[in-house]
């Protein structure tokens, strides 16, 4: 990365999802100068904290018709066959799934992988389990969208709480019109997006590569695809 890219990457502007936060950060400055001043130290550190979360920058989606783009930032942690959620109403048939993992150091900025129509939104109260868990897909609190590709086929999204995740932000519905590496949300801190492929396309990804949400590609609609077998689960270091 450029050092002119890694300057607008690391200081640019924050998410709206952070104006409460900065609001709290800015009073406990305040509080600090007037009362004690190791509290405006720990204001201004934490005020700089929620800049580097909520930062904000922007994506440039590759020229590729019919590319499904990552959904989030972050290290892939799975990539398998896996039913979509119940509450989408997508069929029992699994279909390929590729979960990422937001590390706090992550942004944490959900974009959509393609041009298409939100057809359904459902939220789901839940556990926090720790997102390297398989079975945090199926019992953590999730938001999950189905989206329908412009030629009928259609795609799930779902952003996962995680350990210390407990806010989920969308801020699309149904209905709207949507396209590829546009935002639709945010989740607090640290978290999983799992993106759900259409019926009889496959992954052109592996566990552990990074991802960068609204630019790397995870498949292609008519592409060959990089494996055939469902790879097992790797685990690692999370929240």
């Known amino acids: 990365?450029?050092?002119?890219?890694?300057?607008?990457?690391?200081?640019?502007?924050?998410?709206?999802?952070?104006?409460?936060?900065?609001?709290?950060?800015?009073?406990?400055?305040?509080?600090?100068?007037?009362?004690?001043?190791?509290?405006?130290?720990?204001?201004?550190?934490?005020?700089?904290?929620?800049?580097?979360?909520?930062?904000?920058p922007e994506r440039f989606p590759p020229p590729r018709p019919g590319a499904l783009l990552a959904p989030a930032d972050g290290h892939i942690v799975s990539v398998s066959l896996a039913v979509p959620p119940q509450e989408l109403g997508l069929g029992a048939l699994p279909r390929w799934r590729v979960a990422i993992f937001l590390s706090v150091l992550d942004v944490h900025v959900n974009r959509m992988p393609a041009d298409g129509t939100v057809t359904r939104?459902?939220?789901?109260?839940?556990k926090f389990l720790s997102a390297n868990l398989d079975k945090s897909a199926d019992e953590n609190e999730r938001n999950a969208l189905a989206i329908r590709l412009p030629d009928g086929r259609e795609i799930a999204v779902v952003q996962i709480a995680g350990l210390i995740a407990r806010r989920i932000v969308c801020n699309v519905r149904e209905g709207d019109h949507v396209q590829?590496?546009?935002?639709?949300?945010?989740?607090?801190?640290?978290?999983?997006?799992?993106?759900?492929?259409?019926?009889?396309?496959?992954?052109?990804?592996?566990?552990?590569?990074?991802?960068?949400?609204?630019?790397?590609?995870?498949?292609?609609?008519?592409?060959?695809?990089?494996?055939s077998a469902a790879p097992s689960v790797s685990g690692g270091s999370f929240f």
């Open 1 to 56: 990365m450029a050092h002119g890219s890694a300057f607008r990457f690391v200081f640019s502007p924050p998410h709206p999802a952070a104006r409460p936060f900065l609001v709290i950060a800015g009073v406990v400055v305040l509080a600090g100068l007037v009362f004690a001043g190791w509290l405006a130290w720990i204001g201004v550190l934490f005020l700089l904290f929620c800049l580097y979360f909520f930062r904000d």
């Open 121 to 126: 939104i459902a939220y789901r109260h839940g």
């Open 180 to 227: 590829a590496g546009g935002r639709f949300g945010i989740i607090r801190f640290g978290s999983r997006t799992d993106l759900y492929l259409p019926e009889g396309v496959l992954p052109l990804v592996s566990e552990g590569q990074k991802m960068v949400g609204g630019e790397s590609v995870i498949a292609e609609l008519s592409a060959e695809p990089a494996f």
